[in-house]
Structure formats: C-alpha cells, structure tokens
C-alpha cells in the first residue's frame, strides 16, 4: 500500500511542477539595435550612409527610408499564460542624414521616452464607403446587358 502511495504523491507533484512551469513566463526579442560601441565610432558630420552602412549595417527599413533617416529598432515582448503580449523593452536609434548623405544626428529613443516614431504611414482606402453588400448587389442590375453576359463586353455590334 506504501509504494502505491509513493506512486501517486510522486505523480501529483510531477503534474503540480509541470503546471507552474507551463505559467512561467516567455520573452521574445525582435528586431536589432547596433551596441553603443558602434555607435560611438559613428562621427556626426564627418560619416556618410556609405560609412555607416559598413560599420553597423544598413536597417531593415532601408528601402521605405532611402532619402529620410534610418531607424534601428528592438523589442522584448513578454508572454504570460491566458494574458496578452506585453511590451517590456523598446528600444529605436535613429541616424539622420544631410541633403549631402553627411551624418546629421545620432538619437537612442526608449520605451520611456514616450515617443512615437511611425516608420510607415501608407494607407489604403476603401473606395467603398455607406454602401451595404445589398445595395451594391442590387445597384448593378440595370448595368448588365445580353451582351455583357455572353463575353461581348461594351462592343456595340453585339
């Protein structure tokens, strides 16, 4: 009767154990930042794109940004259980550039600063608007001809 005891104790504290460890929490990082190092090798006024693509790299949003500034950006999400993904880090340089390609100035932006930096801002339209799914069933009854639904399309001999 003992060993069968010992049996199931162990058993319920492998399945308490394995319960906590599925609500730890995970973290995920994304994206990249170059160290503060490479940045301090970075002179203000005398690199240009070129130098500064061969020291640290040329960002993802390169070709969005090729006349505007470079963005580096990172962040650390963290996963807990049942509950949504929480930001915990973010972190965005931005190296901006002359007319002339010349370094103009070097920013290191954080969660904290509160700032919001939108890389992108292209937005499609819907050309579709106040219309329902009826009206536009129903508004194109009048525009179908005979001719039309054999593949004639708008060619008047038909």
Same mark, same amino acid.
């Given at each position: 009767?003992?060993? $069968? +005891?010992?049996?199931?104790?162990?058993?319920?504290?492998?399945? $308490?154990? #394995? &319960? $906590?460890?599925?609500?730890?929490?995970? +973290?995920?990082?994304?994206?990249?930042?170059?160290?503060?190092?490479? $940045?301090?090798?970075? &002179?203000?006024?005398?690199?240009?794109?070129?130098?500064?693509?061969?020291?640290? =790299?040329?960002?993802?949003? +390169? *070709?969005? #940004? @090729?006349?505007?500034?470079?963005?580096?950006?990172?962040? /650390?999400?963290?996963?807990?259980?049942?509950?949504?993904?929480?930001?915990?880090?973010?972190?965005?340089?931005?190296?901006?550039?002359?007319?002339?390609?010349?370094?103009?100035?070097?920013?290191?932006?954080?969660?904290?600063? !509160?700032?919001?930096?939108?890389?992108?801002?292209?937005?499609?339209?819907?050309?579709?608007? *106040?219309? =329902?799914? #009826? /009206? @536009?069933? #129903? *508004?194109?009854? !009048?525009?179908? &001809?005979?001719?039309?639904?054999?593949? *004639?399309?708008?060619?008047?001999?038909?």
């Amino acid at each position: 009767m003992s060993i $069968l +005891f010992q049996t199931i104790k162990s058993g319920i504290i492998a399945v $308490l154990l #394995l &319960t $906590l460890a599925a609500c730890s929490a995970t +973290f995920e990082n994304h994206g990249y930042i170059p160290p503060q190092e490479d $940045l301090d090798l970075i &002179t203000v006024g005398v690199d240009t794109r070129d130098t500064v693509a061969d020291s640290i =790299g040329r960002p993802t949003s +390169f *070709g969005v #940004l @090729q006349e505007g500034g470079w963005y580096y950006a990172q962040s /650390r999400w963290r996963y807990f259980a049942y509950k949504a993904p929480q930001v915990i880090d973010r972190q965005v340089v931005a190296i901006t550039f002359d007319k002339d390609g010349v370094v103009e100035n070097i920013e290191r932006f954080t969660l904290e600063d !509160g700032r919001v930096i939108a890389l992108s801002r292209r937005v499609t339209e819907s050309n579709v608007k *106040g219309i =329902g799914f #009826l /009206r @536009q069933l #129903l *508004g194109n009854i !009048g525009n179908l &001809t005979p001719g039309r639904l054999i593949g *004639g399309g708008t060619d008047p001999r038909f």
